[in-house]
Every structure is written in C-alpha cells, then in structure tokens.
C-alpha cells in the first residue's frame, strides 16, 4: 500500500527556513514523479515543485530561488527545503507521487508570521 | 506562466448531470486531470489523461475536452460528491504545472 507521511511543519518567522519531509511507503521515491502542492487557508490548490525520477527539479516562479527539492534515497523520503520565507507561504504542504498526482500525503501546515 | 481558469462555483439537483470546465492555452497541448478535495481532506484524483479514471472512482465521472477546454461530467450527482473539484495540466512549456482555482460544487 502507497503511504506518504509529511511532515516539519510548523510556526516560523518572516525570513526564516523550514524543512519539510515526505516519508513514503509502498515503492521507491527515486524512480517516481514526486511533487509538493501547497494550500493556503481557505484558498486553492498551488502547485510548487516537481522533481523528476533522473533527478530534475522544477519550481513555481513563486519559490524559485528560494525552495530546494531533494530526496533520499537511503530513507525513501522526498524533501523540500524552504528558505526567505514569506508570510504568502503560509499553506498546507502537500506531497504527492506520480504524473498525475495519484497518491498524496494528509499534509503538514506551515504558519509563517512573527 | 499559463493559467487554467474555472467557475468558482456550481450546483446541481441531486441525481442530475453537471459539467465543470476548466480553460487554459495549454490544454491544447496537454491533458487535464482532476481532482476532488472535500473539506479537511486531501485532495483525490478522480479522472486523468484522455479519459480515464483511477481504480475506486465511481463511473458517473468522466472527462473530456476540446480545444482549449477541459470538461468534467458527473452524471447523475449525488451527496457524496459535493466538494471542490480542481484541474490542472502542465504549463505550456511542459516542464511546471498549474491548478486551475477550483470549482466548488453544491448538489441540491
């Protein structure tokens, strides 16, 4: 069975960084399409970041330059660094596996605000 | 960046039919999916590519689309669908993805 846990949210500062995990079961985050969405309160989907089974990244013009994507391998966990952040990158996180997005996690929220 | 544009909102009388649309350039180069999401939920993907659907979605979702509109067709609505349905599809260079902001859907 497909599980992927997120989690490493949370309360942080304008200008502060977060770092998000996606804990996966059930098959290999290296040879799959991995993606964080995010939501903020009350809004719609945001897609964020992709990143591809060769290892390719990918980003929304909202957090390119400030969010990384990775993943471990040893761990079967995908990641997403997020750094300069902003109170609009208030939302829940989503990470989700294939293309299309056919499995997803329950999400973690992260609150940014002083 | 491309953009898919839906109706904010939608209803339907129980055990009718309801189509949500979904526009954007790029859905003339590439396939809609979607997705419902119900309150304090994750959101579900309930048709994919041409028109296909994942294993456990009911058949009354379907899915289609012309030129640069993309459809979703519930036939015969019932309760248990009311939610917020949302497309998305890759942006026009292929490499991103967009959401479009998502349809909420009452059924009467």
């Known amino acids: 069975e497909v599980q992927l846990v997120e989690s490493g949210g949370g309360l942080v500062q304008p200008g502060g960084s977060l770092r998000l995990s996606c804990a996966a079961s059930g098959f290999t985050v290296s040879s799959n399409y991995m993606s964080w969405v995010r939501q903020a309160p009350g809004r719609g989907l945001e897609w964020v970041s992709v990143i591809y089974s060769g290892g390719s990244t990918y980003y929304a013009d909202s957090v390119k330059g400030r969010f990384t994507t990775s993943r471990d391998n040893s761990k079967n966990t995908l990641y997403l660094q997020m750094n300069s952040l902003r109170a609009e990158d208030t939302a829940v996180y989503y990470c989700?596996?294939?293309?299309?997005?056919?499995?997803w996690g329950q999400g973690t929220l992260v609150t940014v605000s002083s | 960046s491309s953009e898919l544009t839906q109706d904010p909102a939608v209803s339907v009388a129980l055990g009718q039919t309801v189509r949500i649309t979904c526009q954007g350039d790029s859905l003339s180069s590439y396939y809609a999916s979607w997705y419902q999401q119900k309150p304090g939920q994750a959101p579900l993907l309930v048709i994919y590519g041409k028109n296909n659907r994942p294993s456990g979605i009911p058949d009354r979702f379907s899915g289609s689309s012309s030129g640069n509109t993309a459809s979703l067709t519930i036939t015969g609505a019932q309760a248990e669908d009311e939610a917020d349905y949302y497309c998305?599809?890759?942006?026009?260079?292929?490499?991103?993805?967009?959401f479009g902001g998502g349809t909420k859907l009452t059924v009467l």
């Open positions: 989700a596996r294939g293309r299309p997005e056919v499995d």
């Open positions: 998305n599809s890759r942006d026009s260079g292929g490499d991103l993805v967009v």
